[in-house]
């Protein structure tokens, strides 16, 4: 996919012309729709402003193979709620939804509410990221817990292929975040546990995984001793749990509805008692591992959008580590090691989960949380495009760096030697780390 393409508004991929149905219209007269509309998709216009869809193979699936009559509601067989995505947001963002959501379409909303028609994800998606589909597909047909070991356990080729095949890394990490997301989502059905009450949290659920990073979970429920045993199925494949035991084996990290919602209300109050920071950071992260679920991201948002304190103190906490933990200093003392995560990347993430919050938006991912930032004018324009920037260099370069310890077997870390680094490399790495600490520089200022 071409940076430009990436950077396209979905609207330019969308398949107009989808019939639109009521819930209630009858079976037989959603496939009329569609066969009078040349088209494999219905979209249903469910109550609450819900939408969902139906394909050609539910119909075959769920009415021809199983029986079910022809007058039955389409809602019987819709898939609701279905993934939807503003006309406007960019193609590498709505690509990034649909692989970590595992659908194969969105429903794509014009400016005011409307159904402007489907992207497919064939349309989103560059062939080269067809390879990291397949293993999303695979993982979610695991039929038990060794299968799903035996499917993971390609994850790492699959991450080599498409680092290989020069797929910009922010596909890369998305890829893998799917597969993350779905494994997480299958090891709990496996177990017999209910999945829509699981939630991914940190790099997975901003879709900025890479092979170093662990697994942050939680979940919506009461107590329950399935989050153990979900997490020793996902050691088995290879993902390990945050050595900080931000998972849903801690009690912490398990609550229901009302008692995250209380919690959230309680850390924006007082951000310095529970490690209120921390954890508004963890919750403001999260997102469902099946779409639609609740998440205590939603009270998060709401609470913070009143509370200019706490937004500050996220903020003061964002300028304090500092990017210039210097690459240059570092590299003029040819000093061993170079932590880029926690030297330049944690640095943008936070920040731009602030810019994001402030902004009053949704986002999740780090660019477009920056992006949102700026068009909100919490961010200035340069220094939200200094921040994106930099965040794909530093991760190219990690994802790369990475990648060859896969290739040689050797353990995944974050420490980057600049004497290993081409010229070009320690070039861009430099500038990242001094642009980024100029950004902290100005937002402790603001932090004051």
């Not at 009415?63 to 067989?77: M, Q």
């Not at 200035?380 to 290739?407: K, N, P, W, Y």
Request: proline residues 5%.
């Amino acid at each position: 996919m071409t940076s430009s393409r990436r950077r396209s508004p979905v609207s330019a991929l969308t398949r107009r012309g989808v019939p639109i149905g009521r819930a209630d219209i009858t079976v037989a007269e959603a496939a009329d729709a569609m066969t009078r509309a040349r088209s494999s998709t219905l979209v249903v216009q469910c109550p609450g402003s819900v939408w969902g869809v139906v394909t050609d193979g539910d119909l075959r699936r769920r009415v021809i193979a199983a029986g079910l009559s022809t007058a039955a509601p389409v809602s019987a067989v819709a898939s609701v709620p279905a993934v939807t995505v503003d006309a406007e947001v960019p193609v590498a963002e709505a690509a990034a939804l649909a692989l970590t959501a595992g659908v194969r379409r969105l429903v794509v909303l014009d400016a005011s509410g409307g159904v402007l028609g489907i992207a497919l994800e064939q349309d989103l998606l560059s062939p080269a990221l067809r390879a990291g589909t397949a293993l999303r597909t695979a993982v979610e047909r695991s039929a038990s817990v060794d299968d799903l070991v035996e499917a993971c356990g390609r994850l790492a080729s699959v991450t080599l292929s498409l680092n290989d095949s020069r797929v910009p890394s922010a596909d890369v990490t998305a890829v893998r975040s799917s597969v993350v997301t779905a494994t997480v989502r299958r090891a709990a059905e496996l177990l017999g546990d209910d999945a829509s009450t699981w939630l991914v949290s940190g790099s997975v659920a901003r879709r900025e995984s890479v092979p170093s990073s662990d697994v942050e979970t939680a979940r919506v429920g009461g107590p329950s001793p399935m989050g153990s045993d979900v997490h020793a199925v996902l050691e088995r494949c290879g993902l390990a749990a945050d050595p900080h035991h931000a998972s849903a084996a801690s009690p912490r990290f398990v609550r229901t509805v009302d008692e995250w919602s209380d919690a959230v209300a309680g850390w924006v109050a007082d951000p310095y008692e529970d490690t209120g920071v921390v954890m508004l950071s963890l919750a403001l992260d999260t997102r469902p591992v099946v779409p639609g679920g609740w998440t205590p991201a939603e009270p998060a948002r709401a609470a913070l959008a009143d509370a200019a304190h706490s937004r500050l103190l996220m903020l003061r906490e964002a300028a304090t580590v500092k990017a210039r933990v210097t690459l240059r200093d570092k590299l003029f003392r040819r000093a061993d090691m170079m932590d880029v995560k926690a030297g330049i990347l944690t640095p943008i993430v936070d920040i731009a989960r602030w810019a994001g919050v402030s902004a009053g938006h949704d986002a999740v991912g780090t660019p477009a949380r920056l992006e949102h930032g700026a068009r909100a004018q919490v961010l200035s324009e340069d220094d939200a495009a200094v921040l994106a920037e930099s965040f794909d260099v530093v991760q190219r370069i990690r994802l790369r760096h990475q990648c060859e310890a896969l290739r040689d077997g050797r353990p995944v870390d974050d420490l980057v030697r600049p004497s290993d680094l081409t010229p070009l490399d320690r070039s861009l790495l430099d500038a990242a780390a001094r642009e980024v600490a100029g950004v902290q520089r100005a937002s402790a200022y603001l932090a004051r």
